[in-house]
């Protein structure tokens, strides 16, 4: 195999490897026609320079260890763990840039704009020890830079992420009296430390407050304010016509019903779903009232050959007095009708058995299979959005800063992160094998049908639908399943909210995209998209750069007007595709997955939720060398065409010119590639 | 002994064989002296040919007069026959079980199989002593052979030929011999050629209670320090450990007579515990139970992990002393046949891009294993499975192979092999048709006259047909010293031995297909480049030549 370089000088390192690296903010997007990673790529005209970049990369990573582990009683107990190896600028614009954007100025985005800077704040790092440097705080990050250290250290957290801000009293740090600690919701907490009772440090800590929790400031988000362009515009990635009609819909059973066009039949569902042809309007209220939130039974997938559908909705209103709506049991035996190949229509509610009993006492409740003929009803046991926010807080304390080395695996157990995954999973494996195995039609919900639904038909959609697992089909699949069916982003996530202790937060699309990562494990070859892909998605579930995932419904966005004041994350992703392209990927097509659902074969996402601890050995990703050798594929083809061209002139050329004066060897031959 | 002696039924037709991940198979099943051999007669790929030295231990259920065998063998497979009739299934099981635990090591296998192959370069002869010294010869001339062992009496565990300082004689080295442990007196194992500084090994010297002192000993190992530096010793014994050796004669090298080196204790477990540690591994990969509670929690408490952070921390530490601090490097436990060979072996990976590519590491178990006198025989006879309790059998080499593959997935484009590879040495080591991993040192070995009576692992692996199959496409040389990582967010379970029965590997080899076929069509497409701009140049040198009158 010929020997790859990474291209020009420092740049020669891609946003890949740098997803494990603490401090260096994942790449954000470049300013346009900055020349898109063409510093990067490496070059068949490098290919015979004698290391290759993979050398390169083992020679960083090793510094790395060297640093941070490599002890013992040899040297001497101070141990530097360190991040400089990895650490490098962030953008080009800083390396290339002027000495004074060298020295202290923070890059920005158009649209940014700074609204303080300090100098001689303290950065308690808990892994290499405080540093020194300028804190400069934007309408969209907070930016730190220490030229203490070579090369200059920073550390860059955008607002979006900033869960809570929090004074902490500091010792030990000289006349840095004062402390800070930002509680992030992507598994860090950096420390600041700083001299009481300056103005400007006062200052900053005063924007921070006010722009890293915007709507409680009444500010808009940074969204509203991004003013970057792409040649892409991502908000076209989803039509719900198109994709219906890729599906085969509408048909004979299936409508694409404008009965919601103003949001008035359910304010959370988007203005066109999928219903049943045959039901009467009439009928229809009466199920709209029977459904909690009014989220009725609507398709979400159908399955190309046996007609099985994955229909969703929200718990019935059963209550404590069993109460029967005809209507919505008629509703579902049309939807057990439109499948032909089937007599049964199985009902996935899922909840833990005994909640749903208990949301009985509560108004709502499930399917009675006595008076739902022909369905039968199946608990999957998956425990509430609570729960799971509880699991990923313990993830993150054992996780950040400090690993219990002795105790680690136990201690991921004891989280039961995984434990989850599996459920969600395996009731994803139970749903996507009733449709293709069993030809019948599932009917998901869970209590509202916008959380543990929108996991589980999702995944299962993942499962059953090639189409989905193309960087395309999967954005359109979190358009459609988890945005427009009203996954409420904003309350979940708490976007530029102050109320940290909202019980309403939860990280379901975090353990959603965990579920992905591990399907991708299990089936490398199966996704067109890579793991920066689904790194790249939660970052930005929390910037607040990007509209995708802001509010609550398609109707609040429709009225913020989010398609024309902000800019979709797919614009930025599908403006490089190939950065976020899987080289491995051969398309299952026609492939229905089933990923072992077993703990064995459950890893933690090492990758995203310990990538800020710098004894994180980043991998020497595969799939990186790859995308260089699928460049140099094509560079190697071009090259062969030309020269093909060239023989062939050439050859006319010395045939018809012969004697003629061949002027200076036109195209010399200087390099063997 | 006839081998149809233990054979009560050499035959039983109508036996259903149930394989993970594979159809189950109805066929008639066949006991030979080495072999257990299902064919289903019909098709010729649907065969079963499981060597009997494979076999762990063997379990045995009636339901009415269908018996069930479950055949529990030493690569972590777990089969299943159905055989009709009691009686049947009774005979086959008590022959599985004779065959399976022969005493004796000639009526192996390996003296029964003739290659279907032909052998052109018989790996007996590729790793002798004396060429692996030529390469240390070219850089240094402070080392030399040393035939004193060449009848086995000075230590019967080692090979006849081995590397000691040049300026040490004979004489001095039977002294020595005599103060460690086994007769194991400190031999060269690796010379860092970019520093020129060394890496020993050895048994515990025999310094007793009463703290006996050998000045030949301290000679010889001074003799490895240059002028002013000193050196380290790394101990694979905790102090605690290695005190109480004391009691029975053994011991460690005490400051006071030795104060060139420094001594530090590292904690490598007993072969004991290590098998322990595998047992529970196994059975927590195994555990079919459905809630599967606590999978890392049983992972953790197997503590396989930890003794692989152990071993790699302690070869690291190895290596760090050797290119770091630029000292020279003496490895040693108790007997120094096990943690001592786990240390300085993965030292060698670390430092040595030599030992990162196929020969390489074939030479590296050569030398460091198999001719150091690691006992495969007693170490590799049972595997965890075995019902019966373990007198000397220990994973060590098996932890050996998983650091290496630790390494490997760290550093995946710095090895010339892939985990097949591996793979393939954990298999062998258990169970195989060549000799080389039967006996346990080379006298063992040349008693059994090996290399005349069976076929070397290294004569098949090692045609070029055959070793396509463990190369790593990604494979670029790397000189570089590489450290892994050990914390333990960076270990992982070696899912490939670990797992292997447990999951389809379908998806993970088509990408890993998908990998070689990128690289090779970039192969196709350079030498096209190549012919392209040949011709070209032709055509330039003919236009020149018309031009030139």
Redesign the interface.
């Known amino acids: 195999?010929?020997?790859?370089t990474a291209g020009a000088g420092g740049g020669g390192y891609s946003a890949e490897q740098g997803s494990a690296v603490p401090g260096v903010v994942r790449k954000p997007p470049r300013p346009l026609g900055a020349g898109l990673g063409s510093s990067r790529q490496p070059s068949v005209e490098a290919l015979e320079s004698p290391s290759?970049s993979?050398?390169e990369w083992?020679?960083q990573?090793?510094a790395a260890?060297?640093s941070?582990?490599?002890a013992?009683?040899?040297?001497s107990e101070a141990i530097s763990r360190d991040y400089k190896v990895s650490k490098r600028p962030p953008l080009p614009a800083l390396r290339d840039g002027n000495r004074l954007a060298q020295m202290e100025e923070a890059p920005r985005f158009p649209g940014e704009s700074i609204k303080a800077i300090a100098k001689d704040v303290m950065y308690i790092c808990p892994f290499t020890g405080a540093v020194s440097g300028t804190l400069t705080v934007t309408d969209y990050k907070l930016y730190f830079k220490s030229l203490e250290r070579e090369p200059p250290f920073i550390l860059d957290v955008n607002l979006g992420v900033i869960s809570r801000l929090e004074t902490i009293g500091v010792q030990s740090h000289g006349e840095n009296s004062c402390g800070m600690e930002i509680v992030c919701k992507d598994m860090r907490n950096p420390r600041f430390a700083y001299k009481q009772e300056e103005q400007s440090k006062l200052e900053i800590f005063e924007n921070l407050t006010k722009h890293a929790f915007p709507v409680s400031n009444d500010l808009p988000l940074f969204a509203f304010l991004y003013k970057e362009k792409f040649p892409v515009d991502g908000w076209k990635v989803y039509d719900p016509v198109a994709e219906y009609k890729r599906q085969g819909l509408p048909n004979e059973s299936w409508t694409i019903s404008k009965v919601n066009s103003n949001y008035e039949l359910c304010d959370t569902y988007p203005a066109l779903l999928v219903i049943p042809t045959s039901i009467k309007d009439e009928d229809l209220r009466r199920v709209v009232a029977f459904r909690a939130k009014h989220r009725i039974p609507v398709l979400s997938w159908i399955h190309p050959e046996s007609q099985a559908t994955i229909t969703r909705c929200s718990q019935p209103l059963v209550g404590p007095s069993d109460k029967r709506c005809k209507e919505d049991e008629k509703y579902l035996q049309t939807i057990m009708d439109a499948n032909a190949q089937s007599h049964k229509l199985t009902i996935f509610d899922a909840r833990q058995n005994s909640v749903a009993d208990t949301n009985k006492a509560k108004e709502g409740g499930y399917e009675s299979e006595s008076f739902y003929t022909n369905a039968e009803l199946t608990f999957l046991e998956i425990p509430n959005i609570h729960v799971m926010r509880e699991s990923l807080r313990k993830l993150k304390e054992i996780t950040y800063p400090v690993?219990d080395?002795?105790?680690?695996?136990?201690n991921?157990?004891?989280t039961h992160w995984?434990?989850y995954i599996r459920l969600l999973l395996m009731g994803a494996v139970r749903i996507a094998d009733k449709l293709e195995s069993g030809k019948t039609s599932v009917v998901v919900h869970c209590s509202d049908g916008w959380d543990r639904t929108a996991q589980l038909t999702s995944l299962a959609m993942l499962m059953l639908d090639s189409y989905y697992r193309t960087i395309k089909g999967f954005e359109v699949l979190i358009e459609k399943e988890w945005i427009s069916f009203g996954h409420r982003f904003a309350v979940r996530v708490g976007h530029g909210d102050v109320n940290h202790t909202n019980s309403e937060r939860s990280p379901l699309f975090v353990q959603f995209i965990d579920c992905v990562w591990q399907m991708m494990r299990?089936?490398?070859?199966?996704f067109e998209f890579n793991e920066l892909f689904l790194i790249t998605i939660l970052d930005h579930l929390y910037s607040c750069l990007f509209g995708t995932f802001l509010y609550n419904s398609e109707q609040e966005r429709v009225k913020a007007e989010l398609h024309t004041k902000t800019v979709s994350l797919w614009s930025y992703i599908n403006s490089q595709p190939e950065e976020f392209t899987n080289?491995?990927y051969?398309n299952y097509e026609n492939h229905v997955l089933y990923p072992?659902a077993?703990?064995?074969?459950l890893?933690?996402w090492?990758d995203y939720y310990?990538r800020w601890?710098p004894?994180?050995?980043p991998?020497?990703p595969?799939h990186q060398?790859?995308k260089e050798?699928?460049v140099?594929?094509s560079e190697?083809?071009k090259?062969?065409d030309e020269?093909?061209r060239?023989?062939s002139t050439?050859?006319l050329s010395?045939s018809s010119d012969?004697?003629s004066?061949?002027s200076h060897?036109a195209t010399p031959?200087h390099t063997?590639? | 002994m006839e081998f149809a002696e233990l054979i009560k039924t050499p035959r039983v037709d109508n036996v259903v064989l149930h394989r993970p991940f594979m159809p189950r198979v109805e066929g008639t099943l066949c006991l030979t002296g080495h072999h257990l051999i299902l064919s289903s007669r019909q098709d010729s790929n649907e065969e079963l040919w499981l060597l009997h030295s494979n076999i762990d231990s063997i379990e045995k259920r009636f339901v009415g007069s269908l018996g069930t065998v479950i055949v529990k063998c030493k690569d972590l497979r777990i089969i299943q026959l159905d055989i009709p009739g009691m009686e049947e299934c009774l005979n086959i099981a008590s022959s599985i079980e004779a065959l399976s635990t022969l005493d004796s090591v000639t009526l192996m296998y390996p003296f029964f199989y003739r290659p279907m192959f032909e052998v052109i370069e018989d790996g007996w002869n590729t790793f002798l002593p004396e060429q692996s010294f030529k390469q240390i010869e070219s850089s240094t001339d402070e080392w030399r052979l040393s035939y004193v062992n060449k009848d086995f009496s000075v230590c019967p565990s080692y090979p006849p030929v081995l590397a000691v300082p040049k300026s040490i004689d004979d004489e001095t080295i039977r002294k020595v011999a005599t103060f460690r442990h086994a007769g194991r007196f400190p031999v060269l194992s690796y010379y860092h050629k970019k520093n020129g500084m060394v890496m020993m090994r050895s048994g515990q010297p025999l310094t007793g209670s009463n703290g006996r002192r050998c000045k030949e000993d301290e000679k010889l190992i001074n003799a490895t320090l240059r002028a002013g530096k000193r050196g380290y010793i790394i101990d694979t014994r905790s102090i605690n450990v290695a005190q109480q050796a004391k009691a029975r004669g053994g011991g460690f090298e005490v400051e006071a007579h030795y104060p060139q080196w420094r001594r530090i204790h590292k904690t490598i477990e007993r072969s004991n515990i290590l098998q322990e540690s595998l047992i529970k591994l196994v059975e927590a990969c195994n555990d079919q139970s459905h809630n599967m509670d606590r999978w890392l929690s049983k992972l953790e408490a197997s503590n396989w992990l930890t003794n692989i952070k152990e071993i790699l921390t302690t070869a690291c530490l190895a290596a760090q002393c050797i290119d770091r601090e630029g000292a020279s490097v003496l490895v040693h436990g108790t007997e120094g046949t096990d943690s001592t060979l786990q240390v300085t072996s993965l030292a060698q990976i670390i430092l040595d891009p030599t030992s990162r590519t196929i020969r390489g590491f074939e030479s590296l178990v050569e030398r460091e294993w198999l001719q150091a006198g690691h006992p495969f025989q007693q170490r590799c006879s049972q595997s965890a499975y075995s019902n019966s309790k373990p007198k000397w059998e220990a994973p060590v080499f098996l932890l050996f192979l998983d650091c290496v593959w630790q390494i490997l997935r760290q550093f995946p484009c710095s090895f010339q092999f892939n985990e097949h590879f591996l793979i393939l040495l954990f298999e062998h080591a258990y169970a195989s048709q060549f000799g080389t991993f039967l006996g346990n040192n080379s006298f063992e070995r040349r008693k059994l006259k090996l290399p005349q009576k069976t076929v070397s692992l290294w004569s098949w692996v090692n045609r070029p047909q055959d070793t396509e199959r463990f190369l790593n496409p990604l494979f670029e040389a790397n000189s570089l010293v590489i450290w892994p990582s050990v914390s333990p967010q960076s270990l992982l379970l070696w899912e490939g031995v670990f797992l292997r029965w447990n999951r389809s590997s379908k998806c993970l080899d088509e990408a890993y297909d998908e990998m070689i076929h990128i690289i090779e069509h970039n192969k196709e497409l350079q030498s096209k480049v190549n012919t392209l701009r040949r011709q070209l140049a032709e055509l330039e040198t003919e236009d020149v030549q018309l031009e030139t009158p």
């Open positions: 195999m010929e020997k790859l290759g993979h050398v083992c020679r990573l090793i260890t060297i941070s582990q490599i013992g009683p040899v040297s690993i080395e002795a105790k680690w695996l136990s991921v157990d004891s995984l434990e299990q089936f490398p070859a199966a080289p491995f051969v072992v077993s703990l064995r074969h890893e933690l090492v310990v601890n004894r994180m050995r991998q020497m595969v060398n790859l050798l699928l140099i594929r190697l083809q090259k062969v020269l093909h060239e023989a050439r050859s010395s012969r004697g004066s061949p060897s031959v063997t590639v």
